[in-house]
């Protein structure tokens, strides 16, 4: 048998499939050669807070097993193939120093995003990209006016929505638009939302609804009139009967990232990260899946959001997109909600009413990343992008 002249091909960094494909070309079966590349793919890991023994034994254990180890003064990062960190993430065969940082990054190590979201009404499946379509029922929506007042033609627009490939239709009755100077009252919300959301869930009895509010009795009453999901901006922190509300009818949960009080939620007011908003968002959104916890929520039922233009200025909702992936370490599915927002207005230089191209691009990249629920205005211009993205990721070997 002659011997194939030597040929090296690079395969792509990105992605796994690469791997997989020049494993199945070499007579590997599928199933073994995709656990095998992400073994192989990389991740890496900031730690603080060591002490100087954990620090000698993380560099002597971490290059043992092939790691590279960069370190500092109670600092270091450490990077490398995802099976090589496995094997530091087990407490029970690392150095006595060691221990406790096995522990934390065995919880830390991404994981796929999970396949399906729980809610009253049913589980989203998550498979594919799933668009939540925005219905703003507000007079003073900064993007579109509050045209869709009326329960009639917010039907409409549900109807346009849903046509365009929307599964969740998310319904709010008061806005968080920068500059407001006053809360809606519950009753006031109530009687914008309720009449919608019964008019909607009765049109479209297969779509997902879900309440964007804060508030716990607005929550009470969406559900009884067949919203199957809270979507709180507040991500708990603003009404403590909230969590309980959404336990007792096994609703699903959107837990948002914000920071500051109900009216602050858009200002830059709350935007310190001390240099780490990607830690900081992780930590609070931690926080958020826990009061979910103590109240009663059952995990299944929580998606995580960070809360883009949420006390973020626009380079913070950039990293933050981009650092995306690091909050599937926290083991929920992501949304995320760009639509016409002003980080995609700084980078395009296009008003609000023009941003709808922009936010299917961020929708795209937000994908990639590990994003599967997307909320926006424009839902045929985003699904095109995320039919792309999922295309790309999903296509059959080329050769
Ligand atoms: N953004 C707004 C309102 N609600 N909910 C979630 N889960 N995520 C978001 O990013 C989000 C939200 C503000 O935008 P809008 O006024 O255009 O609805």
Not at 38 to 48: D, K, M, V
Not at 150 to 167: F, M, P, Q
């Amino acid at each position: 048998m002659g011997v194939a002249p030597l040929d090296v091909t690079p395969l792509a960094p990105r992605s796994p499939r690469g791997v997989v494909d020049a494993l199945t070309r070499g007579g590997w079966e599928r199933g073994t050669a995709e656990t095998a590349a992400a073994g192989i793919a990389s991740a890496s890991f900031r730690i603080e807070g060591l002490d100087d023994s954990s620090l000698e034994a993380l560099v002597h254990f971490g290059g043992q097993l092939g790691l590279d180890v960069i370190t500092g003064a109670g600092w270091a990062v450490i990077s490398g193939a995802r099976s090589r960190l496995s094997a530091l993430a087990r407490p029970w065969s690392v150095p006595e120093p060691l221990r406790e940082l096995a522990y934390r990054l065995g919880i830390a190590l991404p994981a796929e995003p999970p396949k399906a979201w729980r809610t009253a009404r049913g589980s989203v499946m998550l498979s594919t990209p799933v668009l939540m379509g925005i219905l703003n029922v507000t007079p003073d929506s900064f993007s579109d006016g509050g045209r869709h007042a009326g329960v009639e033609r917010a039907v409409r627009h549900a109807a346009r929505l849903i046509e365009d490939g929307a599964a969740i239709i998310d319904i709010g009755g008061e806005s968080t638009r920068p500059g407001r100077t006053a809360v809606v009252a519950a009753d006031e919300e109530l009687a914008r939302v309720v009449p919608v959301i019964s008019a909607v869930a009765n049109a479209f009895p297969a779509t997902f609804i879900s309440v964007d509010t804060m508030k716990s009795e607005v929550a009470r009453g969406a559900l009884d009139a067949g919203a199957a999901i809270v979507n709180d901006v507040t991500g708990l922190r603003a009404d403590a009967r909230l969590g309980a509300v959404v336990a007792s009818a096994g609703a699903g949960l959107v837990v948002m990232h914000s920071r500051g009080a109900p009216l602050e939620l858009a200002s830059l007011e709350h935007a310190d990260y001390g240099g780490d908003v990607v830690g900081g968002v992780l930590g609070e959104l931690q926080a958020g899946i826990d009061r979910a916890a103590a109240a009663g929520v059952d995990t299944e039922c929580v998606a995580i959001d960070p809360g883009l233009g949420f006390a973020k200025t626009a380079e913070q909702n950039l990293f933050l997109t981009d650092q995306l992936e690091t909050l599937l370490s926290l083991g929920r599915p992501v949304l995320v909600g760009p639509s016409r927002k002003r980080f995609l207005g700084a980078a395009t230089g296009r008003d609000v009413a023009e941003r709808d191209a922009a936010t299917a691009a961020a929708c795209a990249l937000a994908y990639e990343r590990g994003a599967r629920i997307f909320r926006v205005h424009d839902v045929a211009a985003s699904r095109d992008a995320l039919a792309v993205a999922q295309a790309l990721a999903h296509s059959p070997s080329a050769s």
